[in-house]
């Protein structure tokens, strides 16, 4: 993982074996970031996304490994009881061209990820909605 910064912008390539979630998060905490939006593409070969059940109040996912490619990243960086909280959804295609996608569970990088952290000025907080069970915007 290697990544550079360009005011309010962070440019962040991740390598063979990198995992996405968890090197985002290390740059947020040196970076200092308490809000951000992100996306990025890249390869894969051992991801899990899912969806959110709202009756049963938690997340399915679901496990694939092979060859993908990431043709979305998409999400944000906020802060939950200070701490910073990654909220990503990923779409990834296989040889033949079907895709799948959902929240992002986690993804590591076959060969290479380009992710690009746009830095907002300001701070955003979640908490647990006891209607939904998920983690939402506090403001």
Do not use: W
Request: net charge negative.
């Amino acid at each position: 993982m290697e990544y550079k910064r360009f005011n309010d912008t962070i440019v962040l390539r991740l390598d063979p074996d990198d995992e996405i979630c968890e090197s985002i998060l290390k740059v947020a905490d040196k970076e200092n970031i308490g809000l951000a939006e992100i996306n990025g593409l890249g390869a894969t070969d051992d991801f899990a996304v899912g969806v959110y059940n709202v009756e049963k109040q938690k997340f399915l996912a679901d496990h694939f490994s092979g060859y993908y490619e990431i043709v979305s990243l998409t999400g944000n960086l906020t802060t939950m009881n200070g701490k910073s909280y990654l909220h990503l959804h990923m779409s990834a295609g296989d040889k033949d061209g079907k895709v799948v996608g959902g929240h992002l569970k986690y993804a590591v990088i076959s060969a290479t990820a380009e992710i690009f952290i746009r830095i907002i000025e300001g701070k955003v907080e979640r908490e647990v909605s006891t209607d939904t069970g998920l983690n939402i915007f506090k403001f």
